[in-house]
């Protein structure tokens, strides 16, 4: 018997619960999250499979890359008036996502982790997306299409009729346009020009010194702030433990809340302890560009985070060789 396609009834009638998480799995997949660390995350959501299992990376792009997800045949035709989870344009965002390199191709059966692409990662999007749509300030992602060139560009928004009774969890509430799109080594060039003309100005071994030191007294700041958070769960946890019912649900939400604000405290202090590692060469713009050059992407994504606020991509022109540089507008720290 066949099983149950997650997301629908056995009648076909979509099935409200499991379609939220689904789109929590697209938006997760898009924001370049690997199979793996979806699979985690829905491990520790407890969600399972129609069948009762846990889900795998080789499950899941099978059922999201499933047509009927989006409301399509077997031969990708829409299906009329069928009930869709992710759209037939979200779908081929995933089919460009999720589509099997050569390597790992497995056509059936579970896809070990090992075989899951790298985390990519990108100079202006992804942990700390400095990328936005001139025209609506929505983050910009990554979007490739197989054997194209990546593009940075502004999400679609979803069509029209597509609203959801039930948004899914984690999206963001307002729309993007989608009307923003620049190649992505194009626009890094360009960023990475002004980036290296700014670091070549006089004051720039100053001002990074005093970033720098920003970041410093961050994370001394937040190591602080850890310290007394780690306490405040451990009271919460030991009180719930002894707690009389009535107040059971109160602390629990407080256990929960504690606990995500440490998860989000490690990510940071994370994520900022890997930035202050940074040190061009200033100063001599042979050895800066060499230095850029050869540095890996998490140093030249340290030195945008400590450099760039934000990069605003504006609207293409047409003509023969428009400058990308017309486009981008930077606000500096
Ligand atoms: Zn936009």
Not at 86 to 110: F, M, N, V, W, Y
Not at 167 to 180: F, K, L, M, N
Not at 251 to 268: I, M, V, W
Request: glycine content about 6%.
């Amino acid at each position: 018997m066949a099983r149950r396609l997650a997301g629908f009834s056995e009648d076909g009638d979509l099935v409200p619960e499991e379609v939220a998480y689904l789109r929590e799995v697209y938006s997760r997949l898009r924001a370049l999250q690997t199979r793996a660390a979806v699979v985690r995350w829905m491990a520790g959501e407890g969600f399972v499979t129609t069948a009762g299992n846990p889900w795998t990376t080789g499950v899941l792009t099978r059922t999201m890359l499933n047509p009927r997800l989006a409301g399509l045949d077997s031969e990708g035709n829409p299906i009329e008036g069928a009930p869709v989870v992710i759209t037939p344009e979200e779908r081929q965002e995933l089919l460009a996502l999720l589509a099997p390199s050569d390597e790992s191709a497995s056509t059936d059966g579970e896809q070990d982790e090992r075989s899951e692409p790298e985390e990519r990662e990108w100079l202006l999007a992804g942990p700390a997306t400095v990328g936005s749509c001139g025209l609506c300030a929505s983050p910009l992602t990554v979007f490739w299409a197989a054997a194209e060139k990546p593009i940075y560009r502004c999400p679609p928004p979803p069509p029209k009729g597509a609203e959801r009774e039930n948004p899914a969890v984690g999206e963001a509430p307002e729309q993007s346009c989608g009307r923003i799109s620049m190649s992505a080594p194009l626009l890094e060039r360009g960023v990475a020009e002004q980036l290296l003309a700014e670091l070549l100005r006089p004051e720039a071994a100053e001002h990074l010194e005093a970033l720098l030191a920003d970041v410093i007294a961050e994370i001394a700041r937040l190591r602080e702030h850890r310290k007394k958070a780690e306490r405040h769960l451990q009271r919460v946890t030991t009180t719930l433990r002894t707690a009389p019912d009535s107040m059971r649900a109160g602390l629990l939400e407080a256990q929960k809340a504690a606990q995500k604000e440490g998860r989000d405290t490690r990510t940071r202090l994370r994520y900022l302890e890997k930035i202050v590692d940074v040190s061009p060469p200033l100063g001599d713009a042979e050895a800066l560009v060499a230095w850029w050059e050869k540095a890996p992407l998490a140093s030249k994504r340290a030195l945008v985070a400590l450099e760039i606020i934000k990069v605003s991509v504006g609207p293409g022109r047409r003509g023969p060789n428009p400058n990308p540089h017309d486009r981008i507008d930077i606000a500096w720290s």
